[in-house]
T-cell receptor
């Protein structure tokens, strides 16, 4: 049981390049989330999904797109990377909504955009 | 819009001391509150989850309390150890199970 995994762990991009970050979970969770973490700003929600085939915007969605074609995978895409997207990206998943909803996090992807 | 604040931003204590980390939030309409630990360059590890109907949760040397009406939570760490050194984050769960995080308290436990 690997939990939540993220690929890749590190990436360096040039401005204008595109890339996709992959998140996978093997816990059969319905809900999945993408966050970014920046110094002094905490973690902020980018996009989330409440089930296969669904996506929704979070707090900071601009410049990102997501897809949830399979229940276990949640992809985060950057179509044209900008230096402001330099950050650490975390994926999370959870089983249910409500008072006992515990989110499980992946190890993170450190992205640098030059 | 929910806002979560953690005080202090950084804390240094000698080994063996008991300590309290504080978290406050502006909207009391939450499903639960979670405390996480984050080591440098690592992901988040969930420490405790307090449901909105609960007042506290305990795990080993950790005790977290929740006062939803006043928008406050505390994380109490007993008999601190150097291995407790990390950043501690609190987060509240709102609609669609979305988390809103505080900016964390960086804890250093010295020998």
């Amino acid at each position: 049981n690997a939990g939540v995994t993220q690929t890749p762990k590190f990436r360096v991009l040039k401005t204008g390049q595109s890339m996709t970050l992959l998140c996978a979970q093997d816990m059969n969770h319905e809900y999945m989330y993408w966050y970014r973490q920046d110094p002094g700003m905490g973690l902020r929600l980018i996009h989330y999904s409440v089930g296969e085939g669904t996506t929704a915007k979070g707090e900071v969605p601009d410049g990102y797109n997501v897809s949830r074609l399979k229940k276990q995978n949640f992809l985060l895409g950057l179509e044209s990377a900008a230096p402001s997207q330099t950050s650490v990206y975390f994926c999370a998943s959870s089983y249910e909504v409500g008072s006992y909803n515990e989110q499980f996090f992946g190890p993170g992807t450190r992205l640098t955009v030059l | 819009k929910q806002e979560v604040t953690q005080i202090p931003a950084a804390l240094s204590v000698p080994e063996g001391e008991n300590l309290v980390l504080n978290c406050s939030f502006t909207d009391s309409a939450i499903y639960n509150l979670q405390w996480f630990r984050q080591d440098p360059g690592k992901g988040l590890t969930s420490l405790l989850l307090i449901q909105s109907s609960q007042r506290e949760q305990t795990s080993g040397r950790l005790n977290a309390s929740l006062d939803k009406s006043s928008g406050r939570s505390t994380l109490y760490i007993a008999a601190s150890q150097p291995g407790d050194s990390a950043t501690y984050l609190c987060a509240v769960t709102g609609t669609a199970s979305k988390l809103t995080f505080g900016t964390g308290t960086r804890l250093q436990v010295t020998l």
